[in-house]
Nanobody, 122 residues
Framework: QVQLVESGGGLVQAGGSLRLSCAASGLSFSSHTMGWFRQAPGKEREFVGRISYSGGSTVSDSVKGRFTISRDNAKNTVYLQMNRLKPEDTAQYYC????????????????WGQGTQVTVSS
């Protein structure tokens, strides 16, 4: 059974930093692209970034220069380092796994975690 478990969310002031982690089990982690998505109340789930099994990564324009994705295949874990956080980054953050290397759409992801809440106060 595939499990993706996010952690590291919380409440932070604007300008602060958080690092989210997502621990995966039950799948061949090193052969999956791992993605991060977020969803604010009343909004669609949106792409934040992804990192392929080879280590190539992409982040959305809204977080470019502030967020970085990395992975540790030995620990089956993917990270989202979030710096210079803004109130508009407030959302539930989800990690997901895909067999598609350059997966940008949520529909390309087969497995999802339960999410972790990030709240940025102004």
């Amino acid at each position: 059974q595939v499990q993706l478990v996010e952690s590291g969310g919380g409440l932070v002031q604007a300008g602060g930093s958080l690092r989210l982690s997502c621990a995966a089990s039950g799948l061949s982690f090193s052969s999956h692209t791992m993605g991060w998505f977020r969803q604010a109340p009343g909004k669609e789930r949106e792409f934040v970034g992804r990192i392929s099994y080879s280590g190539g990564s992409t982040v959305s324009d809204s977080v470019k220069g502030r967020f970085t994705i990395s992975r540790d295949n030995a620990k089956n874990t993917v990270y989202l380092q979030m710096n210079r956080l803004k109130p508009e980054d407030t959302a539930q953050y989800y990690c997901a796994a895909s067999r598609v290397e350059y997966a940008l759409s949520r529909y390309a992801y087969s497995y999802w975690g339960q999410g972790t809440q990030v709240t940025v106060s102004s």
